[in-house]
């Protein structure tokens, strides 16, 4: 097993990053935090280094990495702001480079891989999102690529509809289609932990339910 030092967290004042931060914390790792907004930051820990920056500079993104062995992204398009996914990738992977660093990053069940068997509900939420937000479905489905035809070591989790109660259930596990139609955030966090340091899903894109 790799021998983890520090680990970056990308999103971890969102709704699902909180989440994803108490449990690394509880778990007894230390944290470098990308926020935008250090202010509006409330949890406090002396295992949390805080790093102001966007995910969309690459500099900021360098500072980020430059001492841990794994980033977890839970960051999420904000309305009216540039689309966010794909250059945050792009910039994760400049920023690792050729080092041994894992990246694993949150998204929707509706991006599309090549080993995809998905069934009709999954389908149908996939074109929703295309017809609803095609310009935030196409950049995630580019962030896609992006790792895809990286050396890197990352993960890509898909979801489907996230639960807020921080309830803790059986985590279903797929590499074809959405086992389910929901997930709690608590086990959304909970399962990116494991990525760090489990090989089964490397450089593939699970879908993850309830
Ligand atoms: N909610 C769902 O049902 C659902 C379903 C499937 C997939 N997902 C995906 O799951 C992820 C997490 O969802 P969520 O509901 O927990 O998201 P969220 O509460 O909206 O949090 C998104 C986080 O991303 C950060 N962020 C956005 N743009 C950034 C940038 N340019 N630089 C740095 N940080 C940035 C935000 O920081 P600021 O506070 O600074 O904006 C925030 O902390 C998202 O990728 C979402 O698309 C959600």
Known sequence: MKELQKIAVIGGGGRTGQYLVNQLIEKGYSLKLL???????TMQSPL????????????????LLEDCSAVLSTAGQRQDEP???SQASVNIMNAIGDRPVRYVVLAGLNVDTP????????VK??????????????????SYSVLAESNAEWIMVRVPYIEF????????VSGTDSPGAKIDAADIAGF???????DTWLRKA?????
């Open 48 to 63: 949390i280094e805080i790093v102001e920056g966007d995910v969309l500079n690459p500099e900021a993104v360098r500072i």
């Open 83 to 85: 689309l966010v996914a």
């Open 192 to 198: 990116m932990i494991n990525q760090i340091t489990d």
């Open 35 to 41: 926020l935008r907004h250090p202010e509006n930051f």
């Open 206 to 210: 699970p879908f993850i339910s309830n």
């Open 125 to 142: 939420a996939t074109e929703w999102m295309r017809a609803t937000f095609p310009a935030i479905h196409n950049d995630r489905q580019k």
């Open 165 to 172: 109660n921080g309830n803790r259930a059986e985590v279903k």
């Open 115 to 122: 080993s995809d068997e998905k069934g009709e509900q999954s």
